[in-house]
Nanobody, 116 residues
Framework: VQLVESGGGLVQPGGSLRLSCAAS????????MKWYRQAPGKERELVAH?????????YYADSVKGRFTISRDNAMNTLFLQMNSLKLEDTAVYYC?????????WGQGTQVTVSS
C-alpha cells in the first residue's frame, strides 16, 4: 500500500497550490479519503474528507471553507486538494489518508509553506 503526496511548496499569501495523493496497492475507489495537516508545534488536524464515490465532501476546519476543495479521480487512483487564497496559517505538512472499516493508510506528507 502506498499513498504519495505531491504538489507542496513555497507560495505567497493569496496564492494557490494543488496537492495530489497517488494511491496504489489497495482498491482506492472503496475508501473514504481525507486530508490532514500538521502545523509546527500543533496537533494534526483533519481538514476535509471525501466519500468513496466522491459524492460527499466535508470540510472540518472552518478556516478552509470556501478556499479549499477536495476531489478525487477514481480512474486515476488520485486524491486532490485545491487550495486557493492561501494564508500564512495554512503553513503545515499536509497528509492524505485512506480509511475503510478498520483499515487506515497514511502518506508521508508534503510541506506547504505560505510566506511573503
Amino acid at each position: 500500500v502506498q499513498l504519495v503526496e505531491s504538489g507542496g511548496g513555497l507560495v505567497q499569501p493569496g496564492g494557490s497550490l494543488r496537492l495530489s495523493c497517488a494511491a496504489s496497492g489497495f482498491t482506492f475507489s472503496s475508501y473514504t479519503m481525507k486530508w490532514y495537516r500538521q502545523a509546527p508545534g500543533k496537533e494534526r488536524e483533519l481538514v476535509a474528507h471525501i466519500s468513496s464515490t466522491g459524492a460527499i465532501t466535508y470540510y472540518y476546519a472552518d478556516s478552509v471553507k470556501g478556499r479549499f476543495t477536495i476531489s478525487r479521480d477514481n480512474a486515476m487512483n488520485t486524491l486532490f486538494l485545491q487550495m486557493n487564497s492561501l494564508k500564512l496559517e495554512d503553513t503545515a505538512v499536509y497528509y492524505c489518508a485512506a480509511s475503510a472499516g478498520n483499515r487506515n493508510y497514511w502518506g508521508q506528507g508534503t510541506q506547504v509553506t505560505v510566506s511573503s
